[in-house]
């Protein structure tokens, strides 16, 4: 059997992931204030710089506030929350996005997308084009819905990138754990697809007539069939 050394980036990232999973549980509380650092890396047998590391680390993501000469407090993370919490709650317990929530990630989806692909039918070439198409057939092809994960996602992420706008693609980019997610739920939920191959095929042939309305239509029945998906697994909840 081998071994691998943990390495002190490794033990932070533990760190940083149990801090996590106590605040999202409610283990420890919003407003609550953390141990000192000496305390918190004697119970946990680590270092203090290490734990001073994690806690840095968490600042930055939204879960704590460090006060001068006050300690760490717990931030209301549902209130001021980042990008990055929405990732760590995703992976915590996707089923915590709660509707509302929900919608507005998708909101924002409709709005780049639908513009990358007004913008791509201006610039596409015939070779980029057929890059999209052969995801599109990955997804068709593929042998089981969890096989067709990674040539959907890289599908809509191709597409940002070919709207000749960085910030789309870099948007999409900071959002993909997240647009990860929700797509693996959508395989679980509705994997059909050879649908998904088509309408995805026929938003590559709306691009090549360098039609750009017709391209964002396209795009958002793309995202439509997987929102569908998810959307009727909320009402199914709230019912």
């Known amino acids: 059997m081998k071994y691998h050394k943990l390495k002190a980036e490794s033990l932070k990232n533990i760190f940083v992931h149990e801090m996590q999973e106590k605040i999202f549980s409610g283990e420890v509380q919003i407003g609550e204030q953390l141990p000192p650092e000496r305390e918190m890396a004697e119970k946990m047998g680590i270092s203090r710089s290490l734990v001073n590391s994690g806690l840095l680390e968490l600042e930055s993501q939204g879960f704590v506030h460090r006060i001068p000469r006050r300690g760490t407090i717990v931030a209301d ?9 929405l990732v760590a709650l995703m992976n915590y ?3 915590r ?5 929900f919608e507005s990630m998708m909101e924002m989806r409709y709005l780049i997308e639908c513009e990358s692909a007004r913008q791509a039918a201006e610039r596409i070439t015939v070779e980029e084009a057929a890059g999209l198409d052969a995801l599109a057939r990955q997804i068709g092809e593929a042998g089981h819905p969890e096989d067709a994960l990674e040539p959907l996602v890289l599908f809509h992420y191709r597409l940002t ?11 999409f980019k900071s959002f993909e754990p997240v647009v990860t997610c ?3 739920r959508f395989l ?6 050879g649908r998904t191959e088509v309408l995805h095929k026929v938003l590559v042939d709306a691009l090549l007539s360098r039609d750009g309305e017709k391209s964002a239509v396209c795009a958002r ?3 439509e069939q ?3 998906a998810l959307r009727k697994q909320y009402k199914l909840k709230e019912g």
């Open 97 to 101: 996005i709660d509707y509302p929530l």
């Open 161 to 171: 990138q070919l709207s000749g706008n960085t910030v789309y693609a870099m948007t």
């Open 77 to 85: 993370y549902e209130k001021n929350g980042t990008l990055q919490i």
């Open 221 to 223: 029945t793309c995202l």
């Open 226 to 228: 997987g929102i569908g």
């Open 93 to 95: 317990d996707s089923s």
């Open 188 to 193: 679980e939920l509705s994997p059909d697809l």
């Open 182 to 184: 929700l797509t693996k």
